[in-house]
């Protein structure tokens, strides 16, 4: 999806997700089960929250987004910490030409979900297959089938902000596991007048099986499946899922 009218509004919007956990949690999973290395390309990085988090805790980040509005956000993020990191303009099913290649390629924040197709998803671990180092990680979240099928199906959610107002309407989608996103933004302008934005999201979720299948069949050796940003398994209504991925297995 690529984020219309609203990027620079997007982190107000976004301002209680939890950032930082998922900066702890790659940084967790890097120090465990990664090779040592550094080098790192979120991917999806939106307005480069995550990326900066990065910077700040040591790697060597680079970020790319579909999202050209999106990435410029991020762009004056990184410039006004005073950090050099490379963002571009790329789809994750067709990322090549990095060099060298990276020691962890990360898809957070259900990211990965706007694939709508099981070909789609197989493309983008092709391409982060493709871009990793040896022993490099691939992690990523994904919105888990019980948050599909009982959170967001059929359900509002409203925000009335100073600047920035939401109504945001889920309705299932024409796949299993899927859901669109109708939103409506009104966002304040410098004479105090609101504009409104209308966006169709679309997501699409898989079971923990389907994804495991879909990571071996591009070379990939699953190290641990997570729920929630806690390294257990997965539980029945654990609402996000994280995978964590080696380019090769990985002896603990």
């Known amino acids: 999806m690529i984020y219309r009218g609203f990027a620079s509004v997007?982190?107000?919007?976004?301002?209680?997700?939890?950032?930082?956990?998922?900066?702890?949690?790659?940084?967790?999973?890097?120090?465990?089960?990664?090779?040592?290395?550094?080098?790192?390309?979120?991917?999806?990085?939106?307005?480069?929250?995550?990326?900066?988090?990065?910077?700040?805790?040591?790697?060597?980040?680079?970020?790319?987004?579909?999202?050209?509005?999106?990435?410029?956000?991020?762009?004056?993020?990184?410039?006004?910490?005073?950090?050099s990191i490379p963002f571009y303009q790329m789809d994750m099913r067709d990322m090549s030409g990095f060099s060298p290649l990276f020691d962890g390629i990360f898809i957070c924040c259900d990211s990965l979900n706007y694939l709508l197709t099981e070909d789609d998803v197989q493309a983008a671990f092709r391409q982060a297959f493709g871009n990793l180092e040896k022993n490099g990680l691939l992690i990523f979240d994904v919105h888990s089938p019980y948050k599909m099928s009982n959170i967001f199906a059929g359900a509002t959610f409203a925000d009335?902000?100073?600047?920035?107002?939401?109504?945001?309407?889920?309705?299932?989608?024409?796949?299993?596991?899927s859901v669109e996103h109708e939103l409506t933004f009104f966002i304040e302008e410098e004479d105090g007048r609101y504009e409104r934005f209308d966006e169709l999201h679309k997501q699409r979720t898989f079971t923990v099986q389907q994804y495991k299948e879909m990571l071996a069949i591009e070379g990939f050796s699953v190290i641990a499946v997570h729920a929630d940003f806690l390294k257990e398994s997965p539980l029945d209504r654990a609402e996000r899922i994280f995978f964590i991925a080696g380019k090769k297995p990985i002896e603990k």
């Open 10 to 83: 997007y982190d107000q919007l976004m301002s209680e997700a939890p950032y930082g956990q998922w900066r702890d949690y790659l940084q967790s999973c890097m120090d465990r089960y990664g090779n040592g290395g550094k080098r790192v390309l979120d991917t999806g990085c939106g307005t480069g929250e995550i990326a900066v988090l990065l910077k700040e805790a040591g790697f060597d980040v680079t970020g790319a987004d579909l999202s050209e509005e999106m990435l410029s956000v991020a762009h004056q993020k990184a410039v006004e910490k005073g950090f």
């Open 160 to 177: 009335a902000g100073e600047e920035a107002s939401y109504i945001w309407n889920c309705f299932e989608g024409e796949y299993p596991l």
